[in-house]
């Protein structure tokens, strides 16, 4: 932010107190749309302010206008005024308006109350007074033209405040149709020029004639990389609105803000029409609740499991300890698979993976299959007879069996299992590690050895040495 | 402030049907790269606990994650994530609990609870929940709980799936969850989302049936209710940002730090596909629009829980205009007013039936006006009580 700033729009001294600074508010409230975009356009938007400092002071010298009035915190009130003395201009400052918390000097807010303030400078080729720069002091189209604005605008502009409007470029962007609002217009917020005044139009011909001067003042006065940056920014495609009295430009290189005394709040419209255009929805599908329920998993309580979801969390688990073994299984079974639930985890892991249920409980075989399709494999009968159909229907064996041994009926179980299984995977259901509490204890318990070295917190690999239930 | 780490921005593995991210990957800004000794120095330089976040903060490589995780262990004695924790494999565990990483995981629910953070095809999606729901049970077992993040929509909390979301907090309960964040899902977003959203009314019968079984299951806690009744008391030392005033263009609460160390605005405002940097001041437009705007032009004039509300979060805004006030506003009055009815049962006094809310409203206006964001608690100390 450089250190004396215009105001905007001349003249300066409008009606609201807020709107001397709100090109300070506006500049401070840049967010850039990204690291590039910062790179290249903060530092050009702080010399392109500190250019157009410079192009007004010239246009006072000249006598082009009047007078200008620049905004400088109190620190710098002698700087502005020594500089304007060395070009033979006349400084004062004749108004203050309590500045942003977040500008004040540390040391300054008890001591030096005077320091948290920003002041108005009027600055002219002879000492003037703050009333040739008031409108409520003079006619204001008298004083709107002495700070440079065309006869049309300076009517406009006068006619906007006797409405009891403050802010016109506010009023101008919420407006309905903003087609044609050029950019240098709704970015003059930020004092950078080549508009300087809230035009009557939005193809006000007066007003492009005082922009043309100001870019050709600027040529001659050797800022000509600085103008060549405000012709580039005339062509930006602009976001602009006004909602609830907080305007809001946006550009590609980034977008502003600031809270305008302007316009009463107006109803919104419904959302852009662009939402309908996005990425296709995809169909939402509610079953009732009885499917639900089905769906997270039936039988628990048969399975070993105190509710759906400890048995859908667990078997989770298993599937998630055990990711590598997965991995290079080419077949497996679930022993006592209930409703097929855990069969259903692991295809969703695995879906190439040849899965096999048993499961003695006829009603819990019909939901596996319901729940695994009309290809799955579960097969009914008791656990000798299933594992016999089972040892059948896979000549070659079975690289993974999943079995909880609580379900199991007897020593021969296991070693039926084993003798058409490579490698069995102890489950560890809420009943077996209530009781158990760990799975080593669980294996314990039944004689089992688990495979050492993983985590093991759900389920285990049994020692490929175990060959049946001690 | 929450610092909030983001090294590939918003990239994910999932694509929750209702993401506030997804707007960005839609408009295909997301890093491809990031540089992680900017990152770190970012970190150094801001000096404050930070979260690993994202997009899916998993996703970055496990050398580098690691290397985030010992800053955070080092500097703040252990660092908050933020995942969906379908990619945490066996070795992360031993990885979080060297570096006492605080995990939440963003779940909605069990198995088909849980479609709508959708992962390209039915089987995929249930195969990313299964591994959410394991590593839920996991981090339980070792002794590390998780948080757990719901965002409430319709595949979980639709009136006829309620109770059994409601069932299903029960058994995290059991399990060891301790802490639960919830959301509301943001309304205004990607196609995809549409459908997903209950209506106010769902949303607050969800909310009140939580609240009653908060009540009821001592050993959870959500976290939105406590803030909402702090809030009343006027007491915000610890609630979250949505309470504290958000300026959009300045998200104090929330700073990301992105992939080339940068900072950057809470991602929740992003509506266009535009990851915007910070404004050089925060300010408070917002809230002082709203302040004076009516509620039928989208403001909060005259509503007595601003103070605490402030028209909520500027990412759930009517319309994802961040001038209007939160969409969600039928939910946090209505909750607001049963939280009100019960502290005052209990003989407390709040900020939204007290005689001093005016003057507390016309200071905290008078403070936003010069950009100033007193907490609510420091204006109410010269007389100690609402
Ligand atoms: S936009 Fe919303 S979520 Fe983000 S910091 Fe602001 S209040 Fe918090
Ligand atoms: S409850 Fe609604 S009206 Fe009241 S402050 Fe919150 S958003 Fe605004």
């Known amino acids: 932010m450089t250190s004396a700033w215009l105001s905007w729009p001349r003249p300066p001294l409008a009606a609201t107190p807020r709107?001397?600074?709100?090109?300070?508010?506006?500049m401070q409230r840049i967010s850039f749309s990204g690291p590039q975009a910062r790179a290249l356009w903060q530092p050009r938007l702080e010399r392109l302010g500190a250019t157009a400092v410079a192009i007004e002071l010239e246009m006072v010298r000249r006598k082009q206008i009047a007078a200008t009035l620049l905004w400088t915190a109190y620190d710098d009130i002698e700087a502005l005024t020594e500089r304007a003395s060395t070009i033979s201009l006349h400084a004062k400052p004749i108004k203050a308006s309590l500045g942003y918390a977040a500008d004040w000097p540390l040391e300054a807010s008890i001591g030096e109350p005077k320091r948290l303030l920003d002041y108005a400078v009027l600055i002219g080729t002879v000492s003037l007074d703050a009333p040739m720069a008031e409108p409520a002091g003079d006619d204001p189209v008298q004083v709107a033209m002495r700070f440079g604005y065309p006869a049309c605008c300076a009517r406009s502009w006068a006619d906007h405040l006797r409405r009891g409007g403050s802010d016109p470029l506010a009023a101008m962007l919420g407006r309905e149709d903003k087609t044609g609002i050029h950019a240098h217009v709704a970015l003059a917020v930020l004092g950078l020029g080549p508009v300087r005044h809230a035009p009557c139009s939005t193809d006000c011909s007066a007003t492009q004639d005082r922009a043309r001067s100001f870019l050709d003042l600027g040529r001659e006065l050797g800022f000509v990389e600085e103008i060549g940056w405000l012709e580039e920014i005339a062509d930006w495609p602009l976001g602009a609105s006004l909602v609830n009295g907080i305007a809001e430009l946006k550009t590609a290189a980034f977008r502003c803000t600031w809270l305008s005394d302007e316009g009463a709040p107006r109803a919104r419209k419904a959302a852009p029409a662009l939402r309908a255009e996005r990425g296709k929805a995809v169909a939402i599908g509610l079953g009732d609740s009885d499917d639900i329920i089905a769906e997270l998993g039936a039988g628990c309580e048969a399975v070993g499991f105190e509710n759906a979801f400890a048995m859908r969390s667990r078997?989770?688990?298993v599937v998630w300890e055990q990711t590598a073994a997965l991995r290079h299984a080419a077949t497996a079974v679930h022993v006592g698979c209930g409703d097929g639930l855990l069969l259903e985890l692991i295809a969703q892991t695995r879906p190439k993976l040849t899965l096999y249920g048993t499961e003695e409980d006829s009603a819990l075989a019909e939901a596996a299959r319901r729940r695994l399709g009309p290809l799955s494999r579960v097969l009914g009968g008791t656990g000798g007879e299933a594992l016999a159909a089972l040892a059948g229907l896979a000549p070659e064996g079975i690289d993974l069996a999943f079995v909880d041994p609580e379900r199991l009926d007897d020593g021969e179980a296991l070693a039926a299992i084993r003798a058409t299984t490579r490698t069995v995977i102890v489950i560890g259901t809420d009943r077996a590690l209530h009781r158990f509490k760990d799975m080593e204890s669980l294996a314990a318990s039944m004689g089992l050895v688990l495979l050492p070295g993983r985590a093991a917190r759900v389920s285990a690999a049994l020692s490929p040495a175990m060959d049946r239930l001690h | 402030m929450t610092v909030e780490v983001r090294p590939l921005g918003d990239k994910?593995?999932?694509?929750?049907?209702?993401?506030?991210?997804?707007?960005?990957?839609?408009?295909?800004?997301?890093?491809?790269?990031?540089?992680?000794?900017?990152?770190?120095?970012?970190?150094?330089?801001?000096?404050?606990?930070?979260?690993?976040?994202?997009?899916?903060?998993?996703?970055?490589?496990?050398?580098?994650?690691?290397?985030?995780?010992?800053?955070?262990?080092?500097?703040?004695?252990?660092?908050?994530m933020q995942t969906n924790g379908t990619l945490i494999e066996e070795l992360d565990i031993e990885l979080f609990r060297k570096y006492r990483v605080r995990i939440g995981i963003s779940i909605d629910g069990p198995g088909p609870l849980n479609d709508a953070r959708w992962a390209g095809s039915l089987p995929a999606t249930r195969r990313a929940t299964a591994r959410s729901e394991a590593v839920i049970e996991t981090l339980c077992r070792e002794g590390m709980p998780p948080n757990?993040?719901?965002?409430?929509?319709?595949?979980?909390?639709?009136?006829?799936?309620?109770?059994?979301?409601?069932?299903?907090?029960?058994?995290?309960?059991s399990l060891g969850v301790r802490k639960l964040r919830l959301h509301l899902l943001e309304q205004d977003e990607t196609e995809g989302g549409e459908g997903l959203a209950l209506t106010a009314q769902e949303n607050l019968a969800a909310l009140r049936q939580l609240r009653r079984l908060e009540q009821k299951l001592p050993s959870i806690q959500f976290d939105i209710f406590a803030e909402m009744a702090a809030m009343l008391r006027g007491d915000d030392a610890r609630t979250s940002c949505v309470f504290h005033a958000c300026d959009p263009y300045a998200t104090r609460a929330v700073v990301g730090v992105e992939s080339d160390?940068?900072?950057?605005?809470?991602?929740?405002?992003?509506?266009?596909?535009?990851?915007?940097?910070r404004a050089s001041r925060e300010a408070f437009e917002?809230?002082?629009?709203?302040?004076?705007?009516?509620?039928?032009?989208?403001?909060?004039?005259?509503?007595?829980?601003?103070?605490?509300?402030?028209?909520?979060?500027?990412?759930?805004?009517?319309?994802g205009d961040w001038r209007m006030r939160s969409v969600d506003c039928p939910v946090w009055f209505g909750l607001f007013e049963d939280i009100e009815t019960e502290l005052l049962a209990s003989g407390e006094t709040v900020?939204?039936?007290?005689?001093?809310?005016?003057?507390?409203?016309?200071?905290?206006?008078?403070?936003?006006?010069?950009?100033?964001?007193?907490?609510?608690?420091?204006?109410?100390?010269?007389?100690e009580a609402p």
């Open chain 2, 148 to 173: 757990v993040i719901v965002t409430l929509n319709r595949m979980n909390a639709a009136p006829a799936r309620l109770g059994l979301l409601c069932e299903w907090i029960g058994f995290l309960g």
């Open chain 2, 351 to 383: 900020i939204s039936r007290s005689d001093r809310r005016p003057e507390l409203e016309a200071k905290m206006i008078a403070a936003w006006s010069i950009g100033d964001n007193p907490a609510l608690h420091s204006l109410l100390q010269p007389a």
């Open chain 1, 315 to 317: 078997f989770s688990t």
């Open chain 2, 12 to 80: 994910c593995n999932i694509k929750c049907r209702y993401c506030y991210q997804e707007g960005i990957r839609t408009a295909g800004n997301v890093p491809k790269r990031y540089d992680l000794d900017a990152i770190m120095a970012t970190l150094d330089r801001l000096a404050e606990p930070f979260s690993l976040f994202g997009g899916e903060i998993m996703m970055t490589r496990r050398p580098d994650l690691e290397r985030l995780m010992q800053l955070g262990f080092d500097r703040h004695g252990g660092v908050g």
């Open chain 1, 19 to 26: 709107e001397p600074v709100v090109t300070k508010a506006a």
């Open chain 2, 286 to 319: 917002r809230q002082l629009s709203l302040y004076r705007t009516p509620q039928d032009n989208g403001g909060c004039q005259g509503c007595r829980f601003f103070l605490a509300c402030k028209g909520n979060c500027p990412g759930t805004a009517i319309g």
């Open chain 2, 261 to 277: 160390g940068r900072l950057g605005n809470c991602g929740r405002t992003n509506k266009d596909g535009v990851t915007h940097l």
